[in-house]
Antibody, heavy 120, light 112 residues
């Protein structure tokens, strides 16, 4: 059974960089043709897709966040990561990592989510 | 403003049938891209409920079903149970947004 776990600071200051890592267990991140995504959810609001990365390193991001987002993957550690630059209070949210399954690529496995608050 | 439009809330009594709509456009659902549905119980991560418009992952009860027509999709829940009270989200792919995955705004289901 695949499991995902987000980790990273729960508090980030405005204008700084939010950094999160997702550790995948129960299987190799490189097995199969899976892509790996980040999704966030502000308190009381809906889900927003941030972007996805393949194990070859190819990415695409939500156009509204693309200029501030960097994603990377470390297959040796079975992890993938998110960096979001120049954060503001509007970036405060629960951040989820998720696996994109085989075609048609639904988000079939999710981490439990981690709350990141942007505040001085 | 979400790319996919869902009603903010729906409700039904135990045992009844409810449907949740998800309306898109010609660059997402109307272009033939698949719709997936997720259930989010309070305080938990979303869970995949329906994928590829009509398919249920293993373990999802047959009470949940999905359909798609034109630029819209629907989730139907029959034999409503108290444990179905949750937020439901539709999701698809949008070709006009650089390959973005897009979500509906979510629908709160209340079991009366």
């Amino acid at each position: 059974q695949v499991q995902l776990q987000e980790s990273g600071p729960g508090l980030v200051k405005p204008s700084q960089t939010l950094s999160l890592t997702c550790t995948v267990s129960g299987g190799s991140i490189s097995s199969g043709s899976y892509h790996w995504s980040w999704i966030r959810q502000p308190a009381g609001k809906g889900l927003e897709w941030i972007g996805r990365i393949s194990t070859s390193g190819s990415t695409n991001q939500n156009p509204s966040l693309k200029s501030r987002v960097t994603m990377s993957v470390d297959t040796s550690k079975n992890q993938f990561s998110l960096k979001l630059r120049s954060v503001t209070a509007a970036d405060t949210a629960v951040y989820y990592c998720a696996r994109m399954g085989t075609y048609p690529q639904p988000f079939d496995y999710w981490g439990q989510g981690t709350l990141v608050t942007v505040s001085s | 403003q979400s790319v996919l439009t869902q009603p903010p809330s729906v409700s039904g009594a135990p045992g009844q049938r409810v449907t949740i709509s998800c309306t898109g456009s010609s660059s997402n659902i109307g272009a033939g891209y698949d719709v997936h549905w997720y259930q989010q119980l309070p305080g938990t991560a979303p869970k995949l409920l329906i994928y590829g418009n009509t398919n249920r992952p293993s373990g999802v009860p047959e009470r949940f079903s999905g359909s798609k027509s034109g630029t819209s999709a629907s989730l139907a829940i029959t034999g409503l149970q108290a444990e179905d009270e949750a937020d439901y989200y539709c999701q698809s792919y949008d070709s006009s947004l650089s390959g973005s995955r897009v979500f509906g705004g979510g629908t709160k289901l209340t079991v009366l």
